[in-house]
């Protein structure tokens, strides 16, 4: 499966990075991967091998020392905490993006209102962040992502820091909201069974200096469900896939 | 419901009371001489009889704190945002605040009394040049301390300077400004008392001064009773506008306790 150029959302060729010091600590090396328009990729590596850095070059936060990087219609970032604004009620928190990104208050507040259900959030419009729980808080964050009027959604291990249980109906959640939503996503996590879960292609890292190791589609039937992941055609993607990370560890 | 009553109102209220009996039972038991030591009896009765000057002296007081309070906190806040700005504005201004806080008030407030006359003026700028130092300072560093993090974000999103400033680094100062009015607040009687007591024609601090020279002491323990008073209203006040300027916060600490 090989995409043009013209219609990936994202698309990278040899791109490195390094981190300032005496000597440069390099990040990222030959990073190579492209994502087709309106898929939903995920990126699994070790901790530590770049992911983050590469979402933060992604977003236009860091530039890159070196290599092509095309982004279509730039990005909107998720990072990994939730960074909700404790001054904001829910509501103004959830139309942050849309108003720095041009969108009208009331055309993003209407917006956000009909989404609020969506997202679970329904009754909480007026909240304070401080008032919401840890799952609420993920999914107002990512709420706020996904009014961000931008064609690339980059989540940074959006449910990290979340129990395992809800973690598991989030991911399911958010399966569904992207089926309804169709932008291109690519998810950096470390869990496998996350990526298989709700990717089209996953790309393993290696250790850093972090480059791709694999890629790996996944044609598996959507929706996918928890039980999904007990298949025996989820159960050889897993192994391909852990395979990959065993290899790109001891590289 | 009774027991936060009691914790909160009565025990303090009955310590104060505790204290003012003892006063007047040693003033009198002692026969100390009223110019000396006046029995709280003895204040209260001075405090009715000057009914008829206090109110124009405190109101002249009122408006010299209020004015200098004001002229503080703007003062305070232009000098943050530059300060925050421009590390050479740091550089620049940070000493000179800091030694502008190193004159001791009783060598300014005589030289502001002759550079700006009796009226209210030099007691304003007491009050202003005192108030606006925690201001400037503590929100100059909690401009700085943003959380870089919701910074980087809201410029992933789009945003401006300015709007990084509106949205992230002022919400995030308001404590921090809300804090340093307080401290100001509580200065601001004080300063303008220092002010009138070098030289005005009207105010507490002249209420003071001719009490003295007059050995009514029961006057100027009225006084001090006043200025306390003040004191602790405008240091209310202040956390009472806190509140409503950050809702955020009264509502996420009554969640967690």
Not at chain 2, 187 to 201: D, M, P
Not at chain 2, 231 to 253: D, E, K
Request: glycine share 8%; aromatic share 8%.
């Amino acid at each position: 499966m090989t995409a043009s150029t013209a219609e990936a959302a994202i698309a990278l060729r040899g791109l490195r990075h390094s981190f300032a010091g005496e000597p440069p600590v390099p990040v990222l090396r030959d990073m190579t991967l492209e994502v087709p328009t309106g898929a939903f990729a995920s990126i699994v590596g070790p901790s530590g091998c770049g992911k983050s850095t590469l979402l933060r070059i992604l977003a236009g936060l860091v530039t890159p020392d070196g290599g092509e990087m095309q982004v279509r219609g730039s990005a909107a970032f998720m990072p990994q905490r939730d960074l909700l604004l404790p001054w904001r009620r829910a509501e103004d928190n959830a139309i942050l993006g849309a108003v720095l990104g041009g969108v009208p208050d009331g055309e993003a507040r209407a917006r956000a209102q009909a989404l609020f259900a969506t997202f679970g959030l329904a009754g909480f419009e007026q909240a304070w962040p401080g008032q919401l729980s840890g799952g609420m808080r993920q999914r107002l964050a990512l709420l706020r992502t996904f009014l961000t009027p931008r064609e690339t959604l980059l989540l940074d291990e959006p449910f990290g820091a979340l129990d395992a249980i809800t973690r598991r109906q989030m991911q399911e959640w958010l399966q569904s909201v992207w089926l309804e939503d169709r932008r291109t996503v690519l998810l950096v996590t470390h869990d496998v069974d996350e990526a298989l879960l709700l990717s089209d292609r996953v790309f393993i890292m290696s250790t850093r200096p972090g480059t791709i190791v694999e890629s790996l589609d996944v044609s598996l039937a959507r929706p996918r469900g928890t039980r999904d992941t007990t298949t025996p055609a989820f159960t050889v993607l897993k192994a391909q896939l852990l395979d990959a990370l065993e290899r790109g560890s001891a590289a | 419901m009774s027991r936060m009553f009691f914790d909160r109102y009565a025990a303090p209220g009955a310590l104060l009371a505790l204290l003012g009996v003892a006063w007047e039972t040693c003033t009198r038991a002692f026969e100390v001489p009223p110019w000396i030591l006046p029995a709280p009896s003895q204040i209260a009765q001075a405090a009715v009889l000057s009914g008829g000057t206090l109110p124009e002296h405190l109101r002249t007081t009122l408006i010299e704190a209020g004015v200098g309070l004001a002229i503080a906190a703007s003062l305070g806040v232009a000098v943050a945002l530059l300060m925050a700005n421009s590390a050479l504005a740091r550089r620049v201004v940070y000493p000179l605040i800091v030694i502008s806080q190193n004159v001791p008030l009783i060598v300014l407030a005589p030289l502001l009394v002759i550079w700006f006359g009796f009226g209210m003026l030099p007691k304003v700028l007491v009050v202003a040049l005192v108030g606006f130092f925690p201001i400037a300072v503590g929100m100059t560093e909690a401009l700085l301390r943003a959380d870089p993090e919701l910074i980087e974000l809201v410029r992933s999103m789009g945003a401006s300077r300015m709007q990084v400033l509106r949205t992230v680094r002022l919400p995030y100062a308001l404590p921090a400004f809300f804090a340093g009015l307080r401290i100001s607040a509580s200065y601001a009687i004080f300063g303008a008392v220092i002010g009138e007591w070098v030289g005005a024609s009207s105010g507490l601090g002249l209420f003071i001064t001719r009490s003295q020279r007059a050995f009514r002491t029961d006057q100027v323990f009225v006084a001090v009773i006043v200025i306390a008073a003040l004191s602790i209203a405008l240091f209310y006040i202040v956390g009472f506008v806190a509140r409503l300027a950050m809702p955020w916060q009264a509502a996420t600490t009554e969640e967690s306790s």
